[in-house]
């Protein structure tokens, strides 16, 4: 596959740059990329002969887990917490790459109905004739969702149905696949999940997009081979990957 070869290639290039031997990568991710990062990690430590070990928490907590003293390698989360993380000198400010960007969307369960969310009148609908919603317990997606229910002005009938799921590892979709919910509102490329079918995004008025950036710890014993990390998710031959999984490249 084009993609692939040219993604290979670039990773060896940035190696023989950078990393001489074969390292342990300790990423922290905010939630909505760990679609990409996982669907990427395996060719990257098949050429790079390193090994990624992730933690997936929702991109606020990337912050907190860095400043409580959560050793890293590279840290994957919004723009501004990269930025923030920059300031206090935890992550080099050199190192810092856009990687890509999501919008909200809505998914239900593989098979079941898929309910209107074709205008806002229509979204406003669904959401208050639903009987459980899942969203992010801590991510940008589930703030952004918690403020867009006031603007609509149904918070108070809907948020009782509502349900906080955890990020990563498919913890946004779990209360939809055990029918605990009807439908999951996150990142899209947080909601695209086996068992799970994205209905698609929200209506233009009212989408939010959220960015990913990446950058390496300050203190990093391997910073060569996390920057060869960081590279690869960022080169031409990351693009197939990024947008199978709901979302728009940044870095190329």
Not at 15 to 30: E, F, K, P, T
Not at 174 to 200: D, N
Not at 201 to 211: G, R, S, V
Request: aromatic share 4%; proline share 6%.
């Amino acid at each position: 596959m084009p993609s692939r070869t040219f993604a290979a290639a670039t990773l060896a290039l940035s190696l023989i740059n950078g990393a001489a031997s074969a390292a342990d990568i300790r990423v922290i991710c905010a939630g909505g990329i760990t679609p990409v990062v996982t669907a990427l990690t395996g060719e990257f430590e098949r050429v790079s002969g390193h090994k990624l070990v992730f933690t997936f928490v929702s991109g606020p907590v990337v912050r907190r887990e860095i400043e409580k003293g959560t050793s890293f390698d590279v840290a994957i989360s919004q723009p501004e917490v990269i930025e923030a993380l920059i300031k206090s000198g935890k992550i080099a400010a050199g190192s810092r790459a856009d990687i890509a960007r999501t919008g909200v969307g809505v998914s239900v369960r593989a098979g079941a109905p898929r309910p209107d969310i074709s205008t806002v009148d229509a979204f406003r609908r669904t959401l208050l004739d639903a009987k459980a919603i899942a969203h992010s317990k801590e991510g940008a997606s589930g703030v952004y969702f918690m403020g867009l229910l006031d603007r609509l002005g149904i918070a108070a009938q809907v948020t009782p149905k509502l349900i906080a799921a955890p990020a990563g590892a498919g913890g946004l979709v779990s209360p939809v696949l055990k029918g605990e919910a009807e439908m999951v509102v996150g990142t899209m490329s947080a909601i695209m999940e086996p068992g799970i079918a994205l209905v698609g995004p929200i209506p233009n008025e009212l989408q939010n997009w959220t960015a990913f950036t990446a950058g390496v710890a300050t203190a990093s014993k391997d910073a060569a081979a996390a920057q060869a990390l960081i590279r690869f998710l960022t080169a031409p031959g990351a693009v197939a990957a990024i947008k199978a999984k709901g979302m728009e490249p940044l870095g190329q």
